[in-house]
């Protein structure tokens, strides 16, 4: 089954604390992307990659740090967390062709940083 | 500046109505533009997209989305809703600065459908 994965689906931590969020695509997709969910804002941008060892800074990358060091994953690092990282968390994949593909998402991590 | 708005926070409709869920954007050149849809405690899933053509758009689930440039809105529809159509839906534009894909998501619009 094609399919994004995230591990965990849930945490808490505290902060300063550092968090790996990971992220496992089967479908071979060049492109991968972090979002983070917050109500009232929609979705936005963390970090994409177009593909292996080629990562670039979305809309709100302070904070954070990415790897793409396979193409299948793509984790997300929280080197020091704080309380406004709290949020729910969306990895995504989509082929690289003509550039008009969904994008497919994971279930979501839920974060919250005491 | 690229951007989508989702002008309804909520919207209500009762089962058997038709659904209406707008959306509005503004890019510079060709839009291509998505619909995705989150049902509680799960990812998004898409539902359809824009790219060029036909500017009535079949989706997934019986829905579909209207293109319109010169009101530069991009609505989602569905003839008759279902109570299961409740969820969170949001419009999202693939920006086109650079060489990267980046998609610029609306706020969310929550659609309860009341049997």
């Known amino acids: 089954e094609a399919q994004v994965t995230q591990n965990p689906r849930y945490l808490i931590t505290v902060t300063g604390k550092k968090l790996t969020v990971t992220c496992s695509q089967n479908?071979?997709?060049?492109?991968m992307s972090w979002y983070r969910q917050d109500p009232g804002l929609g979705l936005r941008q963390i970090y994409y990659?177009?593909?292996?060892?080629?990562?670039d800074k979305g809309d709100v990358p302070e904070g954070y740090k990415v790897s793409r060091k396979e193409k299948r994953n793509f984790p997300l690092i929280l080197e020091s967390p704080s309380p406004n990282q709290t949020s729910l968390y969306f990895c995504?994949?989509?082929?690289?062709?003509?550039?008009?593909?969904?994008?497919?998402f994971g279930p979501g991590t839920r974060l919250l940083v005491l | 500046a690229q951007s989508v708005a989702q002008p309804e926070d909520q919207v209500n409709v009762a089962e058997g109505n038709p659904l209406t869920v707008k959306c509005t954007y503004s890019?510079?050149?060709?839009?291509?533009l998505f619909w995705y849809v989150q049902y509680p405690n799960r990812g998004l899933q898409f539902l359809l997209k824009?790219?060029?053509?036909?500017?009535l758009v079949k989706g997934s689930y019986g829905f579909e989305a209207e293109f319109n440039k010169s009101q530069t809105s991009f609505h989602l529809k569905k003839p008759s809703a279902l109570v299961s159509d409740s969820a969170l839906y949001f419009c999202?534009?693939?920006?086109?600065?650079?060489?990267?894909?980046?998609?610029?998501f609306g706020s969310g619009t929550q659609l309860t459908v009341l049997p």
């Open positions: 999202a534009l693939r920006r086109t600065s650079g060489s990267a894909r980046q998609l610029t």
């Open positions: 990659s177009m593909n292996v060892e080629v990562t």
């Open positions: 824009y790219i060029t053509g036909d500017n």
């Open positions: 995504a994949s989509s082929p690289w062709t003509s550039g008009g593909e969904a994008q497919y």
């Open positions: 890019v510079s050149g060709n839009p291509y």
């Open positions: 479908m071979n997709h060049e492109y």
